[in-house]
């Protein structure tokens, strides 16, 4: 009989047995890889320095690489863009490298155009299948070729342009929605340079934003944000002063030292008073200019401004003065101001100002360097390596009307910025391209637009792929270099090595104009080849030595007065009593970072909502409207109605309502679909793309979901003054 102590020894001894008997069947040593993967090294790490391609802002990046994986992404402090520093859009591209939802191979449509089923077929089918239709457009009507892509830079934009003129198609448009026109129309009229200028914020001692949500999501928010933090705190003496105009309080404007709302589509008229205070007394350094422009600043008295804008004549007044004395001094327009109906004038005014402080051209101040000068040796193909900022959309306009005509039989679609999706439903880009016989999308994901084409390609993301790419500001030219930090994780081919090897079977010019056997050739060649120069480039992450001098600003475009133009905002006032401010996403973006789990995860920095679309209100007005923090509201516009939740914002203007960008995708993954409505389905389709063209009413609606937030709302606004 046994006693309680050999009992529980003998339960132990038959408990561990079960658990670990089997251990004797696994091999006791470990087994090398006989050749090992190139750096492949257990227990170390490598980086490796690549481009960040989560945005147009053209950062560098380092990407830490242990055992063929990819692990963490950090800026490379080399890069004169960011330094060192990266957002929260950039950290994230590890997830689109792993993305369980990621093309692996390519999909040939296997249902109704539109519906998105598709079967995977071998690259072989898929060449198969592209040269066909490509080649009979090639013999009977290249003119039908349309290639629709978002902006592409560096050696990328050079094949995709020479395969388009060798072909024999003109017909090649750049889609950026977020593309700085007004600017670069107000930099024309004002500076005689169609440019984006580089902002010397570092060494400025004042700066004046007119809706310049330059930390946020700017042109370059890594770069930008590096230099505001130096011209606050790396002077010991001095710490700039940073003022701020804007119908919203947004993060830049919780990041001022002083913000003043104005009223939505106000910017310039405040800019001009501004301008008006420094030619009355006095306080311009362009005494030229200042002399032509007096008489026709008298109708931007500070007491007429205040009547347009809200902005106190005193404030006006104020910030004229100590923007006239505390030299050298910036003024930049915004994102917000720049998407109105009238964003070239907003962004002339403020350009004005820096005509009038004497700051063009001056540390402290704005400069137009010729950034395209690094690619001189390509002449009149520079542009093609370097192209303007611009968004596109007149021509894509054009495109949508020649594809309702019928003018083209077979469309090229690569790009993250989905066209379907980011354009106004109104233009009824789907039904356009509905008319294309044959259409065949470059993409790592399917997406609003990509689930429309008939033939579905996977590319590389930009940790997978070579390539160079030139910023389009935070330098003055620059160049990085992209290359693969880890191998391929699909059986994808990137657009320039598919152009190329549809090239040479076309041959004739086609093949000519693209001699290289792979994109990675046309790099090496391009870079000094492999070893040598270009392997010092690569451990860089680039060329960033050579300066090229700044351009020479239009001396008859001094002196300019921008002129306002009576654009009417969609909407009876009446009817719809607000004006519509729609903003990218601090995380989103313009809803391409819509299928990243992490992105939709993080808080917003105003209202701290996630994983869904929102209305900022000013509280007074939600309280005049009958709503409460959270309510779900139904907005609706002459184009469009969508539900959102109520967001409180007490530095809002009361006669506006505020939305991101970015929610609202319906096919884009599990991450990004039915997270809300698409804003952009409020907008009228314009002469221009404007995000604040509409004004909307807000109608209390009973939702079924609720407003996620990672803080509690009563918690967040302790500013007696602005409730």
Known sequence: MLDRRQFLKLGGATAFATLFGGCEKIPRKLIPFVIPPENYTLGEAFWYASVCGQ???????????????????????????????????????????????????????????????????????????????????????????????????????????????????????????????????????????????????????????????????????????GAYGRMRGDRETIRGKFVHFGPRLSMTAASADLFLPCAPGTEGFVALGIAHVMVRDGHTAASSAAGRLADDLGAYSPEE????????????????????????????????????????????????????????????????????????????????????????????????????????????????????????????????????????????????????????????????????????????????????????????????????????????EPAKALPWSSFRECIEKAYGGPGGEMENALRRGGNFGESSSPRSVGRTAIGFLPKATVRPVDGDPKTFPLSLHLYPSVTLYDGRGANLSWLQEMPDPITTAVWRNWVEVNPKTAAGLGLAEGDGVTVTSPSGKITAHVAFNPGIAPDAAAMPLGQGHTRYGKYANGRGENPISLLPAGETYALQATRVSLSKTKLSTTLARTAHPEGQWKISNLM
């Open 55 to 225: 945005c147009p802002a053209g950062c560098g990046i380092v990407v830490r690489v242990s055992e063929g994986r990819a692990r963490k992404i950090e800026g490379n402090p080399l890069h004169p863009v960011n330094r060192g520093k990266l957002c929260a859009r950039g950290q994230a591209a590890l997830q689109a490298l792993y993305h369980p939802e990621r093309l692996s191979r390519p999909m040939k449509l296997s249902g109704a155009r539109g519906s998105g089923t598709y079967a995977p077929v071998s690259w072989e089918e898929a060449l198969s299948l592209l040269m066909g239709p490509l080649k009979k457009v090639k013999a009977e009507a290249p003119g039908a070729l349309l290639m629709l892509t978002e902006p592409m830079r560096g050696h990328a934009g050079l094949v995709a342009g020479r395969f388009m003129k060798a072909f024999g198609s003109p017909h090649r448009v750049m889609w950026d929605p977020l593309g700085p026109d007004a600017m670069l129309s107000a930099n024309a009229a004002v500076h005689g340079v169609r440019d984006l200028p580089e902002y010397d914020l570092a060494n400025a001692r004042y700066l004046l934003s007119f809706s310049g949500d330059f930390l946020e999501t700017g042109i370059s928010p890594v770069h930008y944000a």
């Open 305 to 508: 401004v205040e009547k347009k804008t809200g902005v106190h004549a005193h404030d006006v007044a104020a910030v004229a003065e100590e923007f006239s004395r505390n030299q050298p001094g910036l003024a930049i327009a915004g994102t917000a101001a720049a998407t109105g109906p009238d964003g070239a004038f907003h962004c002339g005014a403020a350009a004005l100002l820096n005509v009038l402080a004497g700051n063009v051209g001056k540390p402290g101040g704005v400069s137009f360097p010729n950034r395209a000068q690094a690619f001189a040796k390509y002449g009149a193909e520079a542009a093609l390596l370097a192209p303007s900022p611009e968004s596109g959309y007149a021509g894509m306009r054009a495109a949508l009307e020649k594809m309702r005509g019928g003018a083209f039989r077979m469309a090229i679609l690569s790009g993250a910025t989905n066209p379907a999706f980011t354009l106004p439903p109104s233009l009824k880009f789907g039904e356009a391209l509905s008319k294309i016989p044959f259409v065949v999308a470059f993409a790592s994901f399917l997406d609003e637009t990509t689930s429309q084409a008939d033939l579905v390609l996977p590319v590389p993301t930009a940790l997978e792929a070579w390539g160079d790419d030139t910023a389009p500001v935070g330098h003055s030219g620059a160049i990085t270099l992209c290359q693969p930090v880890v191998n391929a994780f699909h059986d994808t081919r990137s657009m320039p090595d598919v152009l190329i090897a549809a090239a040479k079977e076309l041959g004739g």
